[in-house]
């Protein structure tokens, strides 16, 4: 991965270009941006132009292969059938090499599913933190920049962070901490007030199509997969393969047919109770990812109300029809509707009882299914 072919914010590679030919470089950096706009791909194309600087002709083939010495990465990860107490990132170095070099826009959920912990809430640990110092203690291989790359920072415990403080406020000579993040609100305030913050923004939809238009993606379909990827060139990658929306239409469908027919009729509340305990067997992940797509359907209802049809990108397996639909979503109740997914979202990933947040979110859903337009 170089910048030349990372698919990323091109005000960030100027930015990150100029940083190196200036000899301005951070020694601690923050890349902080949604899945999907290639803060990892670009993390690693600044280490090995990082790297390059003082490396000799394999350099750039090393970085691009991830077996560069001088190349270090952190990740969450749990437990599995292979890896049963403590685990941490250099147990799962092969699996994550494999993982980067198929995708490197590749979703956290993504990595959970490749190293099978899809039902489990990943982490990166003290062990890690102790593994990163001592890494980092040794000499360059190279003699020039050591380079760490900490994905999904903010999912670094406590333990962890501060055990990370001084390191960051004080690294060795020549080395460079890359943290990328999705959320930097979630990181401790003293790890983030000692990084330099380069934000991405979400991608152009003409960036995405001419991305795809490159895979060989006839163009208007590239185009309409670009409008509905929302600026995640990752979730655009994923409308190419095989992908959970038959399920998730099923339950969305079944959903907002309960929802409207609950009112006044009590013989409703069992079903939709049975709909929620079904969904909350599934992994968080998969929960967070089907109320996402919830999310997507109201905003396309409500273009389709107001008559936005060229945006209007979704199709359905069974007699649903977005169209008929879309009255049911409307200015009055869309911005409720949102909220309350996104509290979903939230409190599922906090944790929180699945089944017990699905069927609180399904009662207010039958309230505001009805609210007049």
Request: with cysteine; glycine share 6%; proline share 2%.
């Amino acid at each position: 991965m170089d910048f030349e072919t990372v698919i990323s914010n091109s005000f960030a590679v100027k930015y990150l270009k100029e940083t190196i030919e200036n000899d301005r470089i951070a020694h601690a950096q923050l890349f902080s941006g949604e899945e999907g706009v290639g803060t990892l791909a670009m993390a690693i194309a600044y280490a090995t132009e990082l790297l390059s600087k003082t490396g000799d002709a394999n350099t750039k083939l090393k970085c691009e292969h991830l077996t560069h010495p001088d190349l270090h990465f952190a990740y969450p990860t749990a437990t599995t059938i292979r890896v049963k107490d403590h685990p941490t990132s250099s147990l799962f170095l092969e699996e994550w090499r494999e993982f980067v070099l198929s995708n490197p826009y590749g979703s956290l959920f993504d990595w959970y599913q490749f190293i099978g912990i899809a039902n489990k809430q990943g982490k990166i640990g003290v062990d890690d933190a102790k593994e990163i110092t001592s890494k980092l203690s040794l000499k360059s291989f190279e003699g020039g920049y050591k380079v760490m790359i900490i994905w999904m920072a903010e999912l670094m415990n406590t333990e962890c962070s501060n055990k990370l403080l001084k390191l960051l406020e004080e690294p060795p000579a020549q080395t460079i901490f890359i943290l990328v993040v999705e959320n930097e609100n979630l990181l401790l305030d003293t790890i983030l007030s000692r990084c330099q913050i380069t934000r991405f923004t979400k991608l152009g939809d003409e960036v995405i199509s001419d991305a795809l238009i490159k895979q060989g993606i006839d163009p208007s379909q590239a185009q309409k997969m670009a409008i509905r990827a929302q600026g995640n060139y990752n979730k655009a990658l994923s409308f190419l393969n095989q992908n959970n929306d038959n399920q998730f239409e099923d339950w969305f469908v079944r959903w907002v047919r309960m929802a409207y027919s609950a009112k006044g009729n009590t013989e409703v509340l069992p079903l939709i109770l049975a709909w929620s305990e079904e969904i909350a067997k599934e992994g968080r992940e998969t929960q967070k990812l089907f109320l996402e797509y919830c999310l997507e359907v109201f905003r396309q209802a409500l273009l389709a109300n107001y008559g936005v049809e060229s945006l209007v990108y979704m199709q359905f397996n069974s007699n649903f029809k977005i169209q008929n639909f879309a009255p049911f979503v409307h200015q009055n109740n869309i911005q409720a509707i949102q909220k309350n997914i996104e509290e979903a979202i939230y409190h599922v990933g906090r944790n929180g009882n699945s089944k017990l947040i699905l069927t609180d979110l399904s009662i207010k859903l039958i309230r505001l299914i009805h609210t007049k337009g």
